[in-house]
């Protein structure tokens, strides 16, 4: 059984850092696709960033625009995402998702439960 557990999530102050981790167990991350997505209240989801497992290129950075870095740690079976300077925007319910395959994708197959992430003065 496939299950990824987010944590790292908060209230963070504008201008500040969080870290996001995302345990994966069931199924190994090497050479698959794992990304970040993101839900605001109100709001359809929204692709963060994400990782190709074949080439290792991150996918979606405009999203991103230069705050968020991904990273993936597969001895760990552990996919990170950095992120700094927040905003009040940025609030929302993040998962990271891990698909079977390499390639990114707006629906990749595993999805976490979510960790909240709230950017407040």
């Known amino acids: 059984q496939v299950q990824l557990v987010e944590s790292g999530g908060g209230l963070v102050q504008p201008g500040g850092s969080l870290r996001l981790s995302c345990k994966v167990s069931?199924?190994?991350?090497?050479?698959?696709?794992v990304g970040w997505f993101r839900q605001a209240p109100g709001k359809e989801r929204e692709a963060v960033l994400c990782?190709?497992?074949?080439?290792?290129?991150?996918y979606w950075e405009h999203s991103a625009k230069g705050r968020f870095t991904i990273s993936r740690d597969n001895a760990e079976n552990t996919v990170y995402l950095q992120m700094n300077t927040l905003k009040p925007e940025d609030t929302a319910i993040y998962y990271c998702?891990?698909?079977?395959?390499?390639?990114?994708?707006?629906?990749?197959?595993?999805w976490g439960q979510g960790t909240q992430v709230t950017v407040s003065p």
């Open positions: 069931g199924i190994r991350l090497d050479y698959r696709a």
């Open positions: 998702a891990v698909d079977f395959y390499s390639a990114c994708r707006d629906d990749l197959e595993y």
């Open positions: 990782i190709n497992g074949r080439d290792e290129r991150t």
